[in-house]
């Protein structure tokens, strides 16, 4: 078995919420306990959970919708002690993947840990030689300690790269995860490097940091490129010397996790522009690793579409339903520049919305509303003007009212409105063709 259910149950602290974290105790998971959604969200910032139970009393949308927004996949169950079912309604429509009244009953909380560990992502999936390659170099580099560094396009799949490494890597503790992109510079570095009492205004108390609570467990930071020169300084230093000081501070803390970066950006060009230290990105890059985009994967599109169906479809509650033909043909086409966090996205709202027995092509709808049939279209356009390039535009012309007028059976007038242009005009140009010699198709 790997490592425990990390569970976490938000909900003012009762006799029923005790009982619960018992049983999910006694059926082997992990329990911390928040009181307030802010303080749930907190605790996952801190040290993640692989399963959330939330009281609906709690402010439930409030919660999901913060997870979302940055980018939480863990599941959420709803919990209320006779709570009335519109709350267990309402907690549901907000994407709490199920409800379980209080007080609980041990079969359902059993069930509730035994689904987590059934879904969780044992190895990242994958049958492209490219990316294949990747993988094999992740585990071969996984027991040593040196850092990684894991570059591709946002969505390719670089966390669970990292995760690959470290479940390969066989640390007992569990890998933690720092957002570097989008956060303040003294944010962040108290994150990772923890702060000492009084150490600035609202230092309320010491802060254990990632690097530190990691102990010897893996911190992947996400997108290191976003690192101010300070901070990047201080890295270095950590790489060097492995060990580094609380805020406020100057005690050495030792460092002994396994260091992974990801990045989204092309780093060498950003030390080329004098952004990024060159000699951090030598330490990072000792191992570099490349996960390819989708549309560069051949068969994984495909492979990787029937794979979220199913598991979507099955954590949704709803029919498992093959994906057909014509629609499998337009995912491979499509270019996937969200990568494999756009396809599952994707499938997901096609699970959801197919009413067939089959998930059809107009069930695939983008995030931003599109549905890929006329996103397709659209790029099919750009491309048939793309093979026009090169032609003269004399040449493009005479194509486009010849073919317009043989699609119009010969109708000049037709074929000259849906041109914009006049009959007159029309005439005289197909006048033209005719002394050049270039058949025309006889008027209707
Ligand atoms: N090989 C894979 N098999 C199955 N699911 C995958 C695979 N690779 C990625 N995913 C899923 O695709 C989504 C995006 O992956 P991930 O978060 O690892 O990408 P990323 O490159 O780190 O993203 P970002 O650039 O936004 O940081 C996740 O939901 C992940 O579970």
Redesign the pocket.
Known sequence: MGMPIRMLLAGAPGSEFRRAAELARDAGAEVAMADSCDDALAMLRESGADLVMIDVLLDVPYFLTNLRSERF?VPVLACGIDAPAEAAVAAIRAGARDYVPLPPQRELIAAAIASVIERR?SE???EHPA?ERANELARAVAPSSAPVLIT??????????SRTIHVASGRPNPMLVVECAGVAADVLESELFGHEEGAFPGAIARRIGRLEKAQSGTVLL??IGALTPATQAKLLAVLQEQRFQRVGSTDPVPFQARLIA?T?VDLDARVAEGGFRADLLARLGLVRIE?PPLRERGDDIAM?AN?FAERLAVSDGMAVKPICDTAMALLRRYDWPG???EL?DAVHRAVLLSRGAQIEPGDFVLSDGTRLVSAEAESGERLHVESLVGRTVEEVERELILQTLERCHGNRTSASSILGISVRTMRNKLKAFVEAGIPVSPAA
């Open positions: 996949t992502p990242a999936l994958a990316l591709g396009e946002r969505g390719s799949g670089k966390e669970m790269m996400r997108e990801s989204s996960v990787l794979h990568n494999i966090r599952e």
